[in-house]
């Protein structure tokens, strides 16, 4: 089949898949109450908020925007502010939750636009708005500037590995080092990420090269779908992954392997996954994006009350989000109760998943601080070229001003009347600690990337 063909039938398929109407005719006629299979919900009725008197100044120009997410807990506060109501408590009453097959589809939907059978936006691994930003992952290397608005959450994310290896593979892999060399002259240590040069497979080279190993020759690293994974896994034919909940805790459920190490304990309260919409969407919807702002933050906050911990894991398990067999799955995880499923448990609130605040402060709100880590580990890989972090970052930083809109966020915070207390008033969090004590100083990416041993960059 010629790439010519290859992308056209792909376009057709999303095409076709973007118009659910057969599946709801489907599910009608088995009996079900029909639901939009996009992400509306036939469980839960959203609960009705009291309507804020929105000013002309507030009301936004749209009642609908299409977001898509990934089933995993990053997108609880995209599935919270739709089913609890806080979205349409801004007037943004018609917010469209698109489940997403894998990231990539994600990007080819965000490419394609909501007008074409996409999505505006919606739920991403880091820094993926900056590489379609640059056109760097889109086909034909088109640019499509997106805008940074929210930071989604931090922790909730792990490295999962096969029960094969359990009792010989810990947080400090560098006790570990004889095995993975054993096995790279036979079969190597073979472990997957969900999309490249994002989030899950930093996480998963920082862990690796912090104990000595090389994760470019040590181990063979590869993109796979957190499902298909797991099946994987049980016919062990791959070693290890790195995703977030619930896979990770579905695999010590399920027996099929343990949890090596929380990304909590790599780097205690790190950026995870943010929201980000298309700019052309943004500068056209300037006030209903403050609108899905507000909502946001507002779920984010009914999030870190423990109490509605609960609550949230009935929501997110149900069929028409992450479809789990029990919400018991996600329970403990929220608690910060992890059976790691080597015999060593964590019971520690500050190991969960946080949403609005942590230890170091916001959560929800986007530090360009944090952009400047995911660009600097994307040039410590060879994934970007030096030049981004020559001159003091000069690159980088040109590329975050476009991308990062920090700016919305605080106005946003502003008009929701956010204490001020909770809005930070510097664009750096300072400098950051990882578990092996390297430090990143925001203020000098090229010293961070001089100070690791492990990396592809000469610096
Ligand atoms: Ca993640």
Not at 236 to 259: C, E, H, N, Q
């Amino acid at each position: 089949m010629s790439d010519f063909f290859n992308q056209v039938s792909r376009r057709k398929f999303i095409l076709t898949a973007g118009a659910s109407a057969s599946a709801v005719f489907l599910k009608g006629c088995l009996g079900n109450p029909p639901e939009n299979l996009t992400g509306g919900s036939s469980q839960a009725v959203p609960t009705a908020q009291p309507v804020v008197n929105l000013s002309p100044e507030q009301t936004p120009e749209t009642t609908t925007v299409k977001l898509g997410y990934i089933p995993i807990v990053e997108a609880a506060p995209l599935i919270i502010a739709k089913e609890k109501g806080f979205f349409a408590k801004y007037g943004m009453t018609k917010v469209e939750l698109s489940k997403q097959a894998s990231w990539g589809s994600a990007r080819d939907n965000v490419e394609i636009g909501a007008a074409g059978g996409g999505i505006d936006g919606g739920q991403w691994q880091m820094p993926m708005p900056h590489l379609i930003t640059e056109g760097l992952i889109t086909k034909g290397n088109q640019k499509i500037p997106m805008y940074v608005l929210a930071q989604l959450v931090t922790h909730g994310n792990g490295i999962a590995i096969a029960s094969k290896h359990a009792g010989k593979i810990s947080l400090q892999v560098a006790n570990a080092k004889s095995l993975f060399k054993e096995l790279k002259s036979s079969t190597p240590f073979t472990a997957a990420f969900t999309f490249p040069h994002v989030n899950q497979d930093l996480w998963i080279r920082y862990w690796l090269a912090a104990g000595g190993l090389d994760p470019d020759a040590d181990v063979k690293l590869l993109t796979v779908p957190a499902a298909q994974t797991v099946a994987n896994m049980k016919t062990g034919t791959m070693d290890a992954f790195s995703t977030g909940d619930p896979w990770p805790y579905r695999l010590v459920r399920d027996k099929i392997g343990f949890m090596a190490a929380l990304t909590a304990e790599i780097w205690k309260n790190h950026p995870e996954e943010y929201l980000a919409i298309r700019a052309d969407w943004v500068d056209k919807n300037p006030k209903a994006t403050k609108a899905i702002l507000k909502g946001i933050m507002e779920a984010q906050q009914w999030l870190d009350n423990f109490d509605n911990r609960k609550e949230a894991a009935q929501i997110l398990a149900g069929r028409n989000y992450f479809n789990l067999p029990t919400p018991e799955i996600l329970a403990d995880p929220y608690q910060g109760k992890y059976d790691m499923g080597d015999g060593r448990k964590i019971d520690d609130k500050s190991m969960a998943a946080y949403y609005w605040k942590d230890e170091k402060g916001s959560v929800s709100y986007p530090y360009k601080s944090h952009d400047l880590w995911f660009i600097t580990e994307n040039v410590r890989w060879g994934f970007l070229p030096k030049d981004y972090i020559a001159n003091n970052a000069a690159k980088a930083k040109e590329l975050i001003n476009k991308v990062n809109r920090e700016d919305i966020w605080k106005e946003a915070a502003k008009e929701a009347g956010i204490a001020s207390a909770d809005i930070p008033t510097s664009t750096s969090r300072g400098v950051e600690e990882f578990f092996d004590g390297i430090k990143f100083d925001p203020e000098k990416p090229e010293a961070y990337l001089k100070s690791l041993t492990i990396k592809k960059v000469s610096v």
